[in-house]
């Protein structure tokens, strides 16, 4: 197999194993005994902040979709910030 042709396979493979990450919480919300696995379901901190990850790993593997060869810092930044939103709404 080409790299060409292993691209055009890798790329519509990432998009949706992305719009699966993404849409984790919204499934839980909808369907709670098949994705949340605590008995709070979708309200337990810490399904929330495994969400906020697969989030922002599922957008950085759409934005791979596109454009496969761009650098992981990025998804790395945004994980953190992300972990940090929800801590301190947690806080609060």
Not at 21 to 47: E, Q, T, V
Not at 79 to 84: E, G, K, N, V, W
Request: charged share 15%.
């Amino acid at each position: 197999m080409s790299d060409a042709a292993g691209l055009q396979l890798l790329r519509p493979i990432l998009a949706l194993i992305g719009l699966i990450a993404i849409a984790l919480w919204p499934l839980a919300k909808l369907w709670p005994s098949g994705f949340a696995w605590s008995d709070a379901g979708a309200r337990s901190p810490h399904f929330e902040m495994i969400c906020a990850v697969y989030f922002v790993l599922g957008f950085f593997l759409l934005v791979a979709s596109r454009r496969p060869h761009r650098k992981p810092d990025q998804a790395a930044m945004l994980r953190r910030i992300a972990a940090a939103m929800i801590r301190s709404t947690k806080s609060a």
